[in-house]
């Protein structure tokens, strides 16, 4: 793999995602609108003894920055690579001396620069609002990247296990909603009986939002979310690597 024809690549790359709008609306627009009206909100911005203390648009940072990071992670970027092999992008790349796993390798870096980008944008958003700043500055940073990587191994577990794009794009959708209810998108995690939190607690989304929280509110954490987080990110990767295939 030559640096140039990497480079090539990440261009096309963004250039495509460029064509496509309404995917780039889905996976920035929508969680940054979602933060925006919430800081536009008074009562949004007040602490609330529900909410463990924390303001509404505190507590909701962290599931809207889930969401941003699985929407890129766990549907663009699977449906990014389906597409090329479906098409026969990729088997066509055999014929030439770039191989196909550049191509893999652009789109994995163009949706992990999107993937750190969206939760710092989301989070700036919070702070101008009057949000708290992050507790554990060097921690949220850690656990933005790692999140990334979690979720675009399970990202490249989708697309290695699902040739068909639409049945691609389905299954995408019901890891992000899943990983949405752990993260506590609809129901915070600091409301949630013991039993859900628990459970949750076993996945990427409920593990990663617990990470944020207390990077963000403070606290001493829990490795165990650590451990889960790295559990699933070495799984997926060994799962992707085994099952992939260019055709």
């Given at each position: 793999?030559?640096?140039?024809?990497?480079?090539?690549?990440?261009?096309?790359?963004?250039?495509?995602?460029?064509?496509?709008?309404?995917?780039?609306?889905?996976?920035?627009?929508?969680?940054?609108l979602?933060?925006?009206?919430?800081?536009l909100?008074?009562?949004?911005?007040?602490?609330?003894?529900?909410?463990g203390?924390?303001?509404?648009?505190?507590?909701?940072?962290?599931?809207?920055?889930?969401?941003?990071?699985?929407?890129?992670?766990?549907?663009?970027?699977?449906?990014?690579?389906?597409?090329?092999?479906?098409s026969?992008?990729?088997?066509?790349?055999?014929?030439?001396?770039?191989p196909?796993a550049t191509?893999?390798?652009?789109?994995?870096?163009?949706?992990?620069?999107?993937?750190?980008?969206?939760?710092?944008?989301?989070?700036?958003?919070?702070?101008?609002?009057?949000?708290?700043?992050?507790?554990?500055?060097?921690?949220l940073?850690?656990?933005?990247?790692?999140?990334?990587?979690?979720?675009?191994a399970?990202?490249?577990?989708?697309?290695?296990?699902?040739?068909?794009v639409?049945v691609?794009?389905?299954?995408?959708?019901?890891v992000?909603?899943?990983?949405?209810?752990?993260?506590?998108?609809?129901?915070?995690?600091?409301?949630?009986?013991?039993?859900?939190?628990?459970?949750?607690?076993?996945t990427?989304?409920?593990?990663?939002?617990?990470?944020?929280?207390?990077?963000?509110?403070g606290?001493?954490?829990?490795?165990?979310?650590?451990?889960?987080c790295?559990?699933?990110?070495?799984?997926?990767?060994?799962?992707?690597?085994?099952?992939?295939?260019?055709e």
């Amino acid at each position: 793999m030559t640096t140039s024809a990497l480079g090539a690549l990440v261009r096309a790359e963004t250039r495509q995602l460029r064509r496509s709008p309404a995917a780039l609306i889905f996976a920035i627009g929508l969680p940054l609108l979602a933060i925006i009206v919430m800081a536009l909100i008074p009562g949004a911005r007040a602490p609330r003894e529900a909410f463990g203390g924390l303001s509404v648009i505190e507590a909701f940072t962290a599931p809207i920055i889930m969401v941003s990071v699985t929407v890129i992670c766990v549907m663009s970027m699977p449906q990014t690579i389906g597409t090329h092999r479906e098409s026969g992008f990729l088997r066509r790349l055999r014929t030439t001396p770039v191989p196909p796993a550049t191509v893999l390798a652009a789109s994995l870096v163009v949706h992990a620069v999107l993937a750190l980008a969206m939760p710092c944008a989301v989070l700036a958003v919070t702070l101008l609002a009057g949000g708290r700043a992050p507790a554990h500055p060097v921690l949220l940073a850690g656990t933005i990247v790692l999140m990334s990587i979690t979720f675009l191994a399970i990202g490249a577990v989708l697309c290695a296990v699902i040739p068909n794009v639409r049945v691609l794009s389905g299954a995408g959708n019901v890891v992000a909603i899943l990983m949405w209810f752990s993260a506590g998108l609809w129901i915070p995690r600091a409301v949630m009986p013991d039993w859900a939190r628990t459970l949750t607690d076993l996945t990427p989304g409920g593990a990663s939002a617990e990470l944020l929280n207390t990077a963000m509110a403070g606290g001493q954490g829990d490795w165990l979310d650590l451990l889960v987080c790295l559990a699933w990110t070495v799984l997926a990767l060994a799962v992707a690597v085994r099952s992939f295939r260019w055709e």
